[in-house]
């Protein structure tokens, strides 16, 4: 019906009334939200993260670094947030999980790989002076004429004598891309003008074989500092020299303070020590990871009779393994002190920026089935596990190691063996805590400078001397030693005479010998003088002098 229907002029009408009501109703709404959300939320909108599977977890830290930059009172630096946050994650997983920044990739990488560019010195700083103690035999600097002794004063048009720089300082200034030059100014002991040397960088190789060289006509010693992709065929090569050229029929190998390293070099080393083929020497698994052993492959180049292995409390990781395979398998005497216990596998990823994750993926266990991983759920005890074990006397009294996990595990002959706390060696040799006190550590740090000032007053002694007669007949008297602890007052040593007791000064006599004998001669002088008295040394000569070794230490 035409009278029911609303004409069309009258809502009109009525909007037009309404309408700045309305308005300001939506105005005024509008106002209280905004001032409610106001206290809640940023002013700057943050773009949320892709929704995925994974996407509420993974987008939180970038959501909060975000919020953080966009909202928080002060600057902040995203990078240091990131790497904070990312320390803390891995601190909740095992200790050697860890994050390497891009910056120090590429140190330990050269670690682990054995080798880095550069010109081939090894220096020191004798107060603000760079001194060579030795070019390496083959290396750029040795080619181009560098001697030991000579003083770098300049490194391309930077000065650094008299001023202090630290060694990696020096490190960055010398090393460099192989084939790239640097010119270094020299001043020489007899030489007036400035000697300068352009040397072209090249392969340096970091040796992992310390020193190689016979304790007597029989028994052959080799110390190895770590395991880098080298140190198999630095390996071979020691015992090529002492196999074939020395007579060597028992080895002594010296793993002591070796950090570990590459799992497989261990373990190409231990197929050398034994004849049999498919022998377990190691095993890995991880929850993700499966088992994988690694097993003799019965080409050994020599026939080596009786084996002993030095180990103690620097001892870790394929240390371990090498020293758990010896024992489980009664290859040998292990000789030492309990080792680090370290029984985790970690593999390298790298990350888009440059860096690296160290992630812990596996155990490794030892042929008889024993994890030597000692406990880490409180990571505060972890670090500070070593100090309790001099707190606990074991470290000076030696028969106090503990059995952290009392499972029983066999070796082959069916002696009984332990893990879940490092290797615990058949003959425990204690610690002389004297001789490794705050006082020796200090007036060992004015050494090196020390025998160096001295080789420079004796300049005869190079012609006095050849390496033999030095490590023989050279003696260390109480007027020199007198001279070395009045250098170390005259740089700030301050403790009271009385605390330098006999036997360190016995001590500090030996390695001012040793010292001396290495910065005249070689590493090989320096080991001979220091391993003639070596307690853990002479138990392995003792040992290896009886009929039936393994069975005299276990006696």
Do not use: C
């Not at 069309?8 to 409610?36: C, E, T, Y």
């Not at 035999?137 to 720089?165: C, E, L, Q, T």
């Amino acid at each position: 019906m035409v009278g029911d229907q609303q004409p069309v002029g009258g809502w009109k009408q009525k909007i037009q009334v309404w309408l700045p009501l309305l308005l300001a109703s939506v105005l005024v709404a509008g106002m209280l939200v905004g001032m409610r959300l106001q206290s809640a939320a940023p002013a700057v909108m943050v773009q949320p993260i892709e929704s995925s599977e994974n996407a509420g977890s993974q987008g939180r830290i970038e959501e909060l670094i975000r919020y953080i930059e966009a909202k928080y009172v002060d600057d902040v630096d995203r990078e240091r947030l990131i790497r904070k946050a990312i320390e803390s994650m891995l601190g909740e997983l095992d200790p050697h999980s860890n994050y390497i920044p891009a910056e120090e990739l590429k140190e330990v990488t050269e670690q682990l790989e054995g080798n880095f560019d550069g010109i081939g010195v090894e220096f020191m700083m004798l107060e603000d002076t760079i001194v060579v103690v030795t070019p390496l035999a083959g290396g750029p600097a040795a080619s181009a004429g560098v001697m030991a002794g000579d003083k770098i004063v300049m490194i391309g048009d930077s000065a650094v004598a008299g001023n202090k720089r630290s060694n990696r300082d020096i490190t960055n200034l010398l090393r460099g891309a192989g084939g790239t030059q640097v010119t270094i100014g020299v001043k020489r002991n007899g030489v007036k003008e400035l000697l300068k040397f352009t040397i072209t960088r090249d392969k340096i190789p970091m040796n992992s074989v310390d020193v190689s060289y016979m304790l007597n006509d029989k028994i052959g010693y080799i110390k190895i500092n770590r395991f880098s992709a080298n140190t198999y065929d630095e390996f071979v090569q020691a015992l090529e020299k002492l196999v074939e050229t020395r007579g060597m029929e028992d080895l002594v190998l010296d793993l002591r303070h070796n950090p570990g390293g590459y799992l497989q070099q261990a373990a190409n080393m231990l197929s050398q020590l034994f004849n049999e083929k498919d022998k377990l020497l190691v095993y890995t698994e991880g929850r993700s990871v499966a088992r994988t052993e690694y097993k003799t492959t019965g080409r050994s180049f020599y026939d080596i009779k009786d084996v002993v292995v030095l180990i103690d409390e620097g001892s870790a990781s394929a240390s371990e393994i090498m020293a758990g395979a010896i024992q489980d398998h009664d290859r040998g005497v292990i000789i030492g002190r309990r080792s680090f216990g370290k029984g985790l596998v970690q593999e390298q990823y790298p990350l888009r920026d440059g860096s690296a994750l160290r992630l812990t993926v596996a155990r490794y266990y030892t042929p008889s089935g024993r994890s030597i991983q000692k406990p880490y759920e409180n990571a505060s005890s972890y670090e500070q596990e070593l100090d309790e074990r001099f707190a606990s006397g074991e470290l000076a009294e030696g028969e106090k190691a503990p059995v952290l996990d009392t499972t029983r595990f066999y070796t082959a002959g069916g002696h009984v063996v332990y893990g879940g706390g490092g290797i615990i060696p058949d003959i425990i040799v204690p610690l002389d805590t004297n001789l490794y006190s705050s006082v020796a550590s200090e007036l060992r740090q004015f050494l090196p400078n020390f025998v160096f000032r001295h080789i420079e007053e004796h300049p005869e002694l190079k012609r006095r001397y050849n390496s033999q007669r030095f490590a023989e007949q050279y003696r260390v008297d109480e007027a020199m030693l007198g001279r070395f602890i009045a250098y170390a007052r005259n740089r700030g040593f301050k403790k009271a005479e009385s605390t330098i007791d006999a036997r360190l000064r016995n001590r500090l006599s030996l390695e001012i010998k040793a010292t001396l004998g290495r910065q005249l001669f070689n590493d090989e002088v320096y080991y001979t003088i220091l391993n003639k008295e070596d307690d853990i040394v002479r138990r392995a000569l003792n040992v290896l002098g009886q009929p039936n070794p393994l069975a005299a230490a276990r006696q």
